[in-house]
């Protein structure tokens, strides 16, 4: 357009020499010319300056369409070095939500219910479009998920199921702590041990996975004569702190043939205990030893039969919770508000190598 502009002037001034240079008979002509020139000038210009200002407003538009064009989520996790599994966990979800499939994603950490509600406070004040919760705690939710819903956020739990109103939140993709629970302790049954003398390793108190894998052992012990509780603590999913406990118990010379971890790094701890006191474990021998989350290596123990037995549990959600974003994003309702992972145990007796390979985090 300014190319334009230029030429509409030039050919003004050629105009203006010529009128200079003519005599009286031209005068009326020229001036003709000059007035058709002067017309399409303002023309060009006033064309020019409404181009200009299309230009500018389709270069905002474009630059307003590219900055809200990422998905704004706020992650919350538990700490990725908290087991294999919240590690596999953490990088599914990272492997989802980034800015090559739309996202723009904020994560936080914490094993502590506070920590992560402050955290979900400040994603919250952000103005995150989606909040992501894999809840530390059971307890303590509804005040900040009603924040997030007022301020038009919808929230999606992952991984844990939370004690709020389901109203606070649009879906939640889950597995089924009480069922990993009933499924080992089911198994355990399914061995006819004249006695049950068991260490149970016990995660984060109060989370669901904890909730879910102790209750079942709790109801069975409570209602079986022949079922003994010897130690039950918390070791917080931690390798070293399970390898203490099982450590107090050998030097306390109380008997027992069974550990009952609730998550595979506390059955590795025991486990290193039992062999730096020179007792068998796995199939066959002194001490069966239960775990859950099925990490590859753990899986591996039952393969060697040096374990006996592995609950999965599935930490691959974050396919599930794009697909619920994508939904709603356009405008389509959620049919199904709970979406359990589907998992199953495996038995140190039948396990492959290729369930290892397929089921293995």
Known sequence: ??????????????????????????TAQAAAEAAAVSEAVDEAVAEAVVEEAV??????????AASGELIKVGIINNDPNESGYRTA???????????ENGYDASFAYSLKNDEQIAAAQKFIQDEVDYLLLSAADTAGWDSVLQDANDAGIS????DRTIDADPSLYV??????????GQNA????????????????LQGVMGSAAQQGRTGALDEKAAAEDNWNIVKQQTAEWNAEKAQQIVQSVIDSGDK??????????????????????GISHGVGKDVIVMGFDCNEWALEELLNGDWNFDQQCNPFQASYIDEIIKKLENGETIDEKVIVMDEKGFDASSISQDDVDTYGI
């Open 185 to 200: 302790v089911d198994w355990l049954a399914s061995q006819d041990l004249d006695e049950y003398n068991i260490i149970h």
């Open 171 to 180: 879906a939640s993709i889950v597995s089924d702590m009480a069922k990993e």
């Open 256 to 277: 027992f043939n069974v550990i009952y971890a609730e998550n595979d790094d506390m059955a590795k701890g025991a486990v290193a205990a039992l062999d730096a006191a």
């Open 55 to 64: 230009s500018e407003a389709v270069d905002e538009a474009v630059a307003e």
């Open 155 to 158: 929230v999606i739990l992952f």
């Open 89 to 99: 966990n953490d990088a599914d979800l990272k492997a989802m939500f980034n800015e």
């Open 1 to 26: 357009m300014k190319k334009k502009l230029l030429s509409v002037l030039l050919t003004g001034v050629v105009a203006a020499g010529m009128l200079a240079g003519c005599g009286q008979d031209a």
